[in-house]
Antibody, heavy 118, light 111 residues
Framework: EVQLVESGGDLVQPGGSLKLSCVTS????????MTWVRQTPGKGLEWVAN????????DYVDSVKGRFSISRDNAKNSVFLQMNSLRADDTGLYYC???????????WGQGTLVTVSS | DIVMTQTPLSLSVTPGQPASISCKSS???????????LHWYLQRPGQPPQLLIY???SRFSGVPDRFSGSGSGTDFTLKISRVEAEDFGVYYC????????FGQGTKVEIK
């Protein structure tokens, strides 16, 4: 069974940092692009970042460029999202997702909650 | 950036009746490889989204045939032939041709 399990979400003050992790199992991790998608109260679903199979191509939504960094460890079947300079509008549920092909996302993890508040 | 616009944003449906959701993109979703990367997702309350339809009209594994997708270029439609209780939730279209963008979501509720 393919599984994605996120962790690392927490309550953090504006300007703070968090690192999200996603551990996967049940598939050949190194063969797939990986993605982070967030769900915020105000904006619904928002694609945040994706990463190609060897970690070289990284893409980000404009609102997180320069603040967030996506990475992966193929030896540990894991993908990460380093989030710096966090803002209140980064608050939301962050999903780790396997990208089968050009946005064909399956499966989704259960999500990890990030709350940015003083 | 490609903008995805769904209509309507909410829909009340009697079980057993059909439903239809429109999704329009600000640019063509036809890739140079000849495929159109428009996908549909359903999010039930308290659950992560799940893939229903990929590349406009292909049903994902396990998705009932009452779900169908159609369209081309910039105009797309998701249809449910007879809505069942398990179909209620929020539907999202998403483009994957250049980066990724979701529509605002359409909430399908029981009438």
């Amino acid at each position: 069974e393919v599984q994605l399990v996120e962790s690392g979400g927490d309550l953090v003050q504006p300007g703070g940092s968090l690192k999200l992790s996603c551990v996967t199992s049940g598939f050949i991790f190194s063969s797939y692009w990986m993605t982070w998608v967030r769900q915020t109260p105000g904006k619904g679903l928002e694609w945040v970042a994706n990463l190609d199979t060897d970690g070289r191509q990284k893409d980000y939504v404009d609102s997180v460029k320069g603040r967030f960094s996506i990475s992966r460890d193929n030896a540990k079947n894991s993908v990460f999202l380093q989030m710096n300079s966090l803002r209140a509008d980064d608050t939301g549920l962050y999903y780790c997702v396997r990208d089968i092909s050009f946005g064909r996302f399956d499966p989704w993890g259960q999500g990890t909650l990030v709350t940015v508040s003083s | 950036d490609i903008v995805m616009t769904q209509t309507p944003l909410s829909l009340s449906v009697t079980p057993g009746q059909p439903a239809s959701i429109s999704c329009k993109s600000s640019e063509s979703l036809l890739h140079t490889d000849g495929k159109t990367y428009l996908h549909w997702y359903l999010q039930r309350p308290g659950q992560p989204p799940q893939l229903l339809i990929y590349e406009v009209s292909s049903r994902f594994s396990g998705v009932p045939d009452r779900f169908s997708g159609s369209g081309s270029g910039t105009d797309f439609t998701l249809k449910i032939s007879r809505v069942e209780a398990e179909d209620f939730g929020v539907y999202y279209c998403m483009q994957g041709v250049r980066l990724k963008t979701f529509g605002q979501g359409t909430k399908v509720e029981i009438k």
